[in-house]
């Protein structure tokens, strides 16, 4: 547990006001492109438990930065809802004090189905009974999510050429060798 956390839950953060810092509120990102509510939930919970704590000894800590992660559906079905987190959301500050503030910092969710990433098939080969494409881009080319999810994340993929259907595994290159993003 890093010193910060250590202190905060031994309750000394009135120390770390009066002596190194000023405390103005509190900040968390649950994880971009979250797919769970679970981490809403708890941060939320234990955010409340150090304002109210705290609310009259450190007159400053007036903000409650909730940052981002709200997760876009691309083509997962399983992707929690905007509203499901604004629900969380809205019952864990109604006990709140009323003069606190709420930031959030929507990112992904209001500007991720306006981009598209275009990549070069390099290579099209066949190991045993699976098909390999690989890309001129990967994971570090903007589709780390793939990795953060454990490949739960697919995002749409289309083709420009016209055909059926067929299950490749993708890989893309990195400084590393070629490494694998997804079966398809």
């Not at 629900?87 to 864990?92: A, F, G």
């Not at 006990?95 to 959030?104: G, R, S």
């Not at 590393?176 to 398809?184: F, R, T, V, Y």
Request: aromatic letters at 10%; glycine letters at 6%; hydrophobic letters at 40%.
């Amino acid at each position: 547990m890093s010193q910060p956390a250590q202190s905060l839950s031994k309750g000394h953060l009135c120390d770390w006001y009066k002596n190194l810092i000023s405390i103005y509120g509190l900040s968390f990102h649950v994880g971009s492109q979250n797919m769970s509510i679970q981490p809403w939930i708890e941060t939320l919970k234990l955010c409340a438990l150090i304002i109210n704590k705290y609310y009259q000894t450190i007159p400053t800590l007036r903000i409650l930065n909730i940052g981002s992660g709200f997760p876009v559906r691309y083509n997962f079905n399983k992707c929690i809802t905007i509203k499901k987190i604004a629900q969380v959301v809205h019952e864990s500050i109604k006990n709140l004090p009323k003069d606190m503030e709420f930031w959030a910092e929507p990112g992904r969710i209001l500007v991720a189905n306006t981009g598209i990433l275009v990549s070069t098939v390099l290579r099209n080969i066949q190991r045993n009974k699976n098909r390999w494409l690989f890309l001129d881009m990967g994971i570090y080319h903007g589709l780390i999510e793939i990795l953060e999810s454990q490949g739960r994340l697919t995002y749409p993929i289309e083709s420009l050429k016209k055909g059926s259907l067929t299950k490749y595994n993708i890989a893309g290159s990195t400084l590393d060798p070629m490494i694998p993003l997804q079966p398809i």
